[in-house]
């Protein structure tokens, strides 16, 4: 019994190990996210206006009427990431897109992260999504915004917690046979 217990323990090590290692490798290799120009907000009105609906483009509104712009965001959720992590806090960032997936994927980023009470290095994210607003030549700009603002106390999420495993085997008057129990 204690042979079987052993090699279960081992597979369950040998399996874990390398994925969470794999893990913090490829967090670690993905860089943040440099914009591709920074305008000023009637510059951003005019490439809105003239740009192709098709093009990943995101606009981000920061104080200051300066915008920033980054492109690729659509198909990588790390790089998403990254750029939240990475914008200022306590700043409410208004975001704008013509291009419809990119705004599904990042606003929907975004809401699951305040959904789940998500801590970015002692912040929290607060999201809205204001309704599209249609411009002169009938494209679709889509806008929404976030806010990351400090917690009042940091939540465990954010704390490196070692992880462990813990086998038990029992037996004896205060249970009705033999027991072999398996924690995370």
Do not use: C
């Amino acid at each position: 019994m204690r042979k079987i217990l052993m090699l279960i323990f081992i597979l369950l090590i040998s399996i874990t190990l390398p994925a969470f290692a794999k893990e913090k490798q490829q967090a670690k290799n993905v860089e943040a996210p440099q914009p591709v120009a920074v305008l000023n907000e009637s510059e951003m009105e005019q490439n809105l206006a003239n740009k192709d609906i098709s093009e990943d483009l995101l606009y981000i509104k920061l104080k200051d009427e300066q915008v920033e712009v980054y492109e690729g965001l659509a198909k990588n959720r790390s790089l998403r990431k990254q750029l939240i992590i990475n914008l200022p806090n306590t700043e409410m960032l208004r975001l704008y897109t013509t291009n419809k997936a990119t705004y599904q994927q990042m606003s929907r980023m975004l809401l699951d992260y305040e959904e789940e009470n998500y801590n970015f290095n002692g912040y929290k994210i607060i999201t809205d999504v204001d309704q599209p607003r249609k411009l002169e030549n009938d494209t679709k700009v889509y806008r929404f915004w976030f806010m990351k603002i400090k917690r009042e106390k940091v939540s465990r999420r954010g704390v490196n917690l070692p992880i462990g495993i813990g086998i038990g085997i029992g037996g004896g008057h205060h249970h009705h046979g033999p027991w072999i129990g398996v924690g995370w």
